[in-house]
C-alpha cells in the first residue's frame, strides 16, 4: 500500500507545475464572446493575439460565426 503514497515534495512539484506550466485557456465559447466583443482585436491583429495565447484560431472563428 506504502507504494501508491506520494511524497509531499512530490505532491508540491505536481502543484507548481498544474498552476505555473500548463497555461489555463478559457473555454472556446468564452474566447469566442470576448472576440465578438472586440477583446481581441480585428483581422491579422486578433489571429496573431490568439495564437500568442495558444488558442486554435480557426477553431475560435467557426465558434464565433455560429454564435454570430
Not at 42 to 47: A, D, F, I, S, V
Given at each position: 500500500?506504502?507504494?501508491?503514497l506520494l511524497?509531499?515534495?512530490y505532491?508540491?512539484?505536481?502543484?507548481?507545475?498544474?498552476?505555473?506550466?500548463?497555461?489555463?485557456?478559457?473555454?472556446?465559447?468564452?474566447?469566442?464572446?470576448e472576440?465578438?466583443?472586440?477583446?481581441w482585436?480585428?483581422?491579422?491583429e486578433?489571429?496573431n493575439?490568439l495564437?500568442?495565447a495558444?488558442?486554435?484560431?480557426?477553431?475560435?472563428?467557426?465558434?464565433?460565426?455560429?454564435?454570430e
Amino acid at each position: 500500500m506504502s507504494d501508491f503514497l506520494l511524497s509531499k515534495d512530490y505532491l508540491l512539484e505536481m502543484n507548481w507545475l498544474v498552476e505555473t506550466v500548463i497555461p489555463s485557456l478559457k473555454s472556446i465559447d468564452v474566447v469566442a464572446r470576448e472576440v465578438i466583443n472586440g477583446h481581441w482585436g480585428n483581422g491579422q491583429e486578433r489571429k496573431n493575439r490568439l495564437t500568442q495565447a495558444e488558442y486554435d484560431y480557426d477553431h475560435v472563428q467557426q465558434r464565433v460565426n455560429k454564435i454570430e
